[in-house]
T-cell receptor
Framework: GENVEQHPSTLSVQEGDSAVIKCTYS??????FPWYKQELGKRPQLIID?????GEKKDQRIAVTLNKTAKHFSLHITETQPEDSAVYFC??????????FGKGTRLHILP | GAVVSQHPSWVICKSGTSVKIECRSL??????MFWYRQFPKQSLMLMAT?????????EQGVEKDKFLINHASLTLSTLTVTSAHPEDSSFYIC???????????FGPGTRLTVL
């Protein structure tokens, strides 16, 4: 089955700087890659997603890149703000199949 | 649109009792619902996939006789934790897919504490 690896597990970034979280997946048939932000005790919130026919997608301060050949995808957050502090999960899915999550990255934005 | 609710939001029970958690898609029909479990400071681990009108598919290592899943309609799936023990204490989250097979929409989660 699909296996999603996520790095780093913890990331501390100075406010205003950029943060990058990287993931790899194992199943070449996966074609949908969502990123979620989860605050303590709450449900994961979809922040951005990308499909395998696209190499990059951007939404304001958030961007995601996908390298299908290498089976890598990354989340980039620019101009980080205190409210960006949370746990971020990458995930992978094959169309209408189940979504498999990475282990998460705890992002701390330092004042 | 695409709202998923869960009930209850939290529950505390004694060891040995059974607990039922409901997951509802409020404004769309969900052909498939997924149940996840999340322990503190860990990721979401998929437990099972339920399709309306058929038996659930369980992930490896998940006891189907302990975690009973019923997906009786296109808007409701239930997870029953039978004979709950303290190690079952966790955050249980459902996710529902609509008929177009679009991305999953997550419920708010149910925090189960077994004493």
């Amino acid at each position: 089955g699909e296996n999603v690896e996520q790095h780093p597990s913890t990331l501390s970034v100075q406010e205003g700087d950029s943060a990058v979280i990287k993931c790899t997946y194992s199943d070449s048939a996966s074609n949908y890659f969502p990123w979620y932000k989860q605050e303590l005790g709450k449900r994961p919130q979809l922040i951005i997603d990308i499909r395998s026919n696209v190499g990059e997608k951007k939404d304001q301060r958030i961007a995601v890149t996908l390298n299908k050949t290498a089976k890598h995808f990354s989340l980039h957050i620019t101009e980080t703000q205190p409210e960006d502090s949370a746990v971020y999960f990458c995930a992978a899915s094959k169309g209408d199949d189940k979504i498999i999550f990475g282990k998460g990255t705890r992002l701390h934005i330092l004042p | 649109g695409a709202v998923v609710s869960q009930h209850p939001s939290w529950v505390i029970c004694k060891s040995g009792t059974s607990v039922k958690i409901e997951c509802r898609s409020l404004d769309f029909q969900a052909t498939t619902m997924f149940w996840y479990r999340q322990f503190p400071k860990q990721s979401l681990m998929l437990m099972a996939t339920s399709n309306e009108g058929s038996k659930a598919t369980y992930e490896q290592g998940v006891e189907k006789d302990k975690f009973l899943i019923n997906h009786a309609s296109l808007t409701l799936s239930t997870l029953t934790v039978t004979s709950a023990h303290p190690e079952d204490s966790s955050f249980y989250i459902c996710s529902a897919r609509d008929l177009r097979g679009e991305r999953g929409f997550f419920g708010p989660g149910t925090r189960l504490t077994v004493l």
